[in-house]
């Protein structure tokens, strides 16, 4: 992937009725390049639970009693992986887009 000017990553499979596969390797694979360049990841969620490596060993009971986060589960490796960026670059990116957009909107004017 490329990263460039990324800062966060937000990763997690789908969950509900029509909910599609997510495979472990895949999250890894986003997990290993975003620790390579430097980029905050944050694990969302499995989706359903079937997506969870857990269930592979002993079907949803063994996701319920070993990942009681959310149905699918939310732990990565026994973790729960909640990285972001620093509250000052979250403030400079928000203050720089509503800069963009009052700009934007007086041109309307």
Known sequence: MNLENVDWVI???ESGENWRPMKY????DIEWQCDAAGVNFYFK????????????????????????????????DGEIVHEHPSLEKIKKVWTAEADHFNKWFKKQD
């Open 45 to 76: 969620q499995w989706g359903h639970w079937r997506n969870n490596p857990l269930s592979k060993a002993g079907g949803w009971q063994n996701v319920e009693n070993n990942d009681i986060t959310e149905n699918g589960g939310r732990k990565l």
């Open 11 to 13: 990763v997690g499979g």
């Open 25 to 28: 390797e895949w999250v890894k």
